[in-house]
């Protein structure tokens, strides 16, 4: 049987996501009732490889891969030969021999692809410069447990089109759900983004922070300054400025709009603390949506992509 990875959203087809959705739904039950422990890791080993600083993604995994019977091996990769040249093929090769499985987050997304080849077991890209799949399923997943349905929701994404917009938008164009972008010209939605999209219908953008703002069942934001653009900083604070999330931009939209953000939020940047605690927010949901969603994503790569059950 062909193992399968999670590089990319695009890894997965609309009937795989839903399949997932009522996997995460399940797990979510099980948990809240006290039955969070099964056996579908039993005995393996799990890698979680992480070139960039982590909270939700990590522990999520650690605790997901533990509930599900696993063991999670944290490879902070400055303590590994990689950072002193040994090449991705050789380092894929040899956890070969020990690992089961590799959760990757890096900087650029051919590393994770490169991995995926060379290692003979399920690779999860766990964020890279280009995308966040698995923060965008726990996302969608949240919108469909609140609405209970994705068709006609209109999500608008505001500031800058960095890997979280990038695979919000992929995943909108999977599912069919339609996305606003509300970006700086200068950090617009990448032109191999809006290629790649089927439908590219579903997707309207604008440098206005106002322009879609009445018509969102959803308002997401993410950091100005995502990790490795750090240089920018000064340029970027000034530049996305008008397009932080509070209560002015947010006046006409609708009275019940679901406000998310991925998180770590940067409050008083591209958020402010009134929308982020307030009562239309759903952060913490998705946050928690990360574990129940990610075990499904684990179930879905050891069993689930050759069992319907
Ligand atoms: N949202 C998210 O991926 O958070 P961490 O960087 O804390 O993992
Ligand atoms: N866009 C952010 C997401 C953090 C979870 C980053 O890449 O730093």
């Known amino acids: 049987m062909k193992k399968r990875d999670l590089i990319d959203i695009k890894d997965f087809t609309r009937e795989e996501i839903y399949r997932i959705f009522e996997k995460a739904k399940f797990f979510k039950f099980q948990r809240k ?4 422990v099964s056996d579908i890791l039993k005995g393996k080993c799990i890698g979680l490889l ?5 909270s939700r993604t990590r522990v999520s995994f650690e605790v997901a891969i533990i509930e599900l019977g696993g063991n999670p091996i944290f490879l902070e990769s400055s303590h590994l030969q990689i950072s ?3 090449t991705i093929q050789d380092t894929a090769k040899i956890f070969n021999l020990y690992l089961r499985g590799l959760v990757i987050r890096t900087f650029q997304q051919s590393e994770v692809e490169t991995f995926a080849r060379y290692f ?3 690779v999860i890209n766990a964020l890279t410069d280009f995308s966040h799949p698995c923060q965008i399923l726990a996302d969608y997943f949240t919108v469909w447990e609140i609405k209970k349905h994705l068709e006609d929701v209109v999500i608008t994404y505001i500031g800058d089109a960095n890997n979280v917009c990038n695979t919000l938008i992929d995943a909108a164009d999977i599912l069919g759900v339609r996305i606003n972008v509300s970006a700086p010209k200068q950090y617009t939605v990448d032109e191999k983004v809006i290629r790649s999209m089927k439908n590219p219908n579903l997707l309207k953008i604008s440098d ?7 018509e969102s069942d959803v308002i997401y934001t993410d950091t100005w300054i995502s990790m490795g653009d750090e240089a920018e900083k000064k340029q970027r604070l000034e530049i996305f400025r008008p397009y932080q999330v509070n209560q002015h931009l947010i006046k006409n939209a609708p009275e ?8 770590p939020a940067h409050r008083g940047q591209e958020v402010t603390d009134e929308v982020i605690d307030g009562k239309n927010s759903i952060v913490l949901q998705q946050a928690e949506n990360r574990l129940h969603v990610q075990k499904a994503i684990l179930w879905f790569l050891y069993s689930g992509s050759s069992n319907a059950s």
């Open 256 to 263: 019940n709009f679901l406000f998310m953000h991925c998180l």
């Open 33 to 36: 009732k006290g039955c969070e």
């Open 120 to 122: 003979d077991y399920p």
């Open 50 to 54: 992480f070139r960039k600083p982590s």
């Open 208 to 214: 206005d922070p106002y322009a879609f703002i009445s």
């Open 84 to 86: 002193r040249g040994e």
